[in-house]
């Protein structure tokens, strides 16, 4: 079965630290969203993709938070500096959207936690 | 904004018995997208409702999408320790837009 693919599975980092989260889409899916999971605040949408262009990023701290897909098979998400109100899991989401809009394939999530 | 509220937050059920989540909105609703997350898991897709009125059954799961696409709801008939997890209702907003996630209803299932 094809997978999306998440590094690193787990990370723990200093406060003020860069971090870096990869994710690489299913081939040929067009679609990829960046999610944050919490108990609080549960599945929260971040910055979405089509065709590698963003399309919505209203949901990520613009200060702090940064993603990007610098091409078809990698999309990569970036705080710096990051705080403890950071620790979460991270989800990458691919899916392939034309005329028809199809389920979504989620990664197994990067788990952050910020000490 | 979009938001979609899922009801209840949490239900705990004997095995055997029937569990049904729903997720409600005061809008109508362009689609849903129906999915599950074991403990420790990653969300897995189960099935995407587009039409008014639409009913769609795997197994023992019914998944239903109201009559002016304002909810939804997903019954699990006869539990199993295997349905446990958290199941979420999400609105893919404008036909491939956002992807919007309820808050989503843990089932814990009790041998």
């Known amino acids: 079965d094809a997978r999306v693919t998440q590094t690193p599975r787990h990370k723990v980092t200093e406060m003020g630290q860069e971090v870096t989260m990869r994710c690489q889409p299913i081939l040929g899916h067009n679609t990829v969203f960046w999610y944050r999971q919490t108990m609080m605040q549960g599945l929260e949408l971040l910055a979405y993709?089509?065709?590698?262009?963003?399309?919505?990023d209203s949901g990520m701290p613009k200060d702090r938070f940064s993603a990007e897909m610098p091409d078809a098979t990698l999309a990569t998400l970036k705080i710096q500096p990051s705080e403890p109100r950071d620790s979460a899991v991270y989800f990458c989401a691919s899916g392939l959207n034309r005329q028809h809009v199809y389920g979504y394939t989620f990664g197994s999530g990067t788990r952050l936690t910020v000490v | 904004g979009q938001q979609v509220m899922q009801i209840p937050q949490y239900q705990h059920v004997q095995e055997g018995e029937d569990f049904t989540t729903y997720c409600n909105s005061s809008t109508t609703l362009s689609n849903i997208q129906w999915y599950k997350q074991r403990p420790g898991g990653h969300p897995v897709f189960l099935i995407q409702l587009v039409k008014s009125g639409e009913v769609k059954k795997q197994k023992r799961l019914t998944f239903q999408f109201g009559e002016a696409k304002k909810n939804s709801s997903l019954h699990i008939t006869a539990t199993q320790t295997t349905d446990v997890g958290t199941y979420f209702c999400?609105?893919?907003?404008?036909?491939?837009?956002?992807?919007?996630f309820g808050q989503g209803t843990e089932l814990s299932v009790k041998p």
């Open positions: 993709f089509r065709n590698r262009a963003p399309l919505d």
């Open positions: 999400a609105e893919s907003y404008n036909q491939g837009g956002k992807l919007i």
